[in-house]
């Protein structure tokens, strides 16, 4: 609202426009012609002058306001001790779509000049891009570059040790057992290959059995050979039983009713009943 005081300039824009604080509801509507001024050359030197003075006033309170809000964003400040020349990562504004999967951080940059405590310019080192405006130092972190063709600090290279010219054969075999830079290589580029393990997927149990193939003969007399009774389901006011016979895989199962079955299967239905599927 125009009649509201700003926190930062202390004034309201209507005192600004019009050199006079604004009038609420709770005044009253009412005209005095006493209020006016008799001369208007005289009220509108004044009015100028009060105007000059509200203005210069906004303007220190304008600057005082952010110069105190610089204070307070600074005391959360990055403790980050750079120099001329270190190489930093410049924080990225991610936008757009698929932003949570595009990379926090650009560069590496150089610092190119510190103009104050806060603010840092920077520089590509490849000349490609060009940063004008300097950046926060809340904004960057440093960048540890490597060399470019670093040293095999990995490889334990072996220490010689002075050998004895006492005797030839003693020195052939100190030759034999201290490893060469060309041994360690190959080892190296061959090195042993990883075991890995691997998971053995087993069959139901009802399949494990195999050994269908033997000379057993599934056919004693008038009954077949009954080797275990998997399920049974009803039929009609009984039941069928599903059998799996000696030297047949569990696949090839069979619905049988019970008069059909062996009396010793009959038994065992009796003493413990199979699953009703």
Sequence with gaps: MNSSVNSSIDFSPFEIVFGKRPKFPVFGAHFNLNDFHPNMQNYFSELTDRLKTVWEMVVKNAQYSGEKMEENANIK????????????????????????????????????????????????????????SPVHINRVKLAHIRAPD???????????????????????????????????????????????????????????????????????GAHEKIKRILAKKPHGSSFL????????????????????????????????????V
């Design 150 to 220: 670093p040293q095999n600090y990995l490889v334990q290279v072996p220490q010689q040790n002075p050998v004895s010219t006492s005797s030839d054969s003693n020195s052939e075999s100190s030759e034999h057992e201290i490893p060469t830079e060309q041994d360690i290589q190959l080892q190296n580029d061959n090195p042993t290959p990883l075991r890995r393990t691997s998971r053995v997927v087993q069959k139901p149990i009802r399949y494990r059995d195999e050994n269908f193939l033997s000379e057993l003969s599934s056919c004693d």
């Design 241 to 276: 039983y599903l059998v799996q016979l000696i030297g047949e895989p569990a696949q090839n199962a069979k619905w049988k009713p019970l008069s059909e079955l062996p009396p010793k299967a009959q038994e065992l239905i009796i003493a413990r009943p199979p699953p009703l």
């Design 77 to 132: 400040l990055n403790e980050l001790k750079v120099s001329i020349g270190d190489y930093v990562y410049l924080q990225r504004t991610l936008t757009g779509q698929g932003r949570k999967f595009q990379p926090l951080y650009d560069g590496p940059f150089v610092v190119n000049s510190i103009p104050s405590p806060h603010l840092i310019k920077l520089r590509d080192p490849s000349g490609k891009r060009k940063l004008k």
